[in-house]
């Protein structure tokens, strides 16, 4: 594997648990790395109220329910499913 300096041997149990085995400390944490990056798509999340600190903000008060039921959220990784949401699009430009 590009990356490593020597092979990485990563096991999962039944339950998807995996356990990373490496020569060394670098390559250990390079694999904890790989594995964390496999399951991007699959992770969930959830935002409590008041996060943005600003009180005008339209985010401010929408997720206190959802944070009391505790309802998680999907966090998108793919471009595609992300645009597909029809959310907001912001681009920050250079100064010339």
């Known amino acids: 594997m590009s990356g490593s300096q020597a092979p990485i041997r990563i096991i999962r149990e039944p339950n998807a648990i995996p356990h990373v085995f490496a020569e060394n400390e670098p390559d250990a944490y390079f694999g904890l790395g790989y594995v964390h990056a496999q399951g991007l798509s699959a ?7 008041g996060q943005s600190g600003h009180v ?7 997720r206190a329910g959802p944070w009391q039921r505790g309802e998680l ?8 499913a992300i645009a597909a949401t029809g959310g907001e699009t912001l681009v920050l430009e250079p100064r010339r």
């Open 43 to 49: 992770s969930l999340f959830s935002i409590n109220t």
């Open 56 to 62: 005008l903000s339209s985010h401010y008060r929408d």
């Open 73 to 80: 959220m999907p966090m998108l990784t793919d471009r595609t």
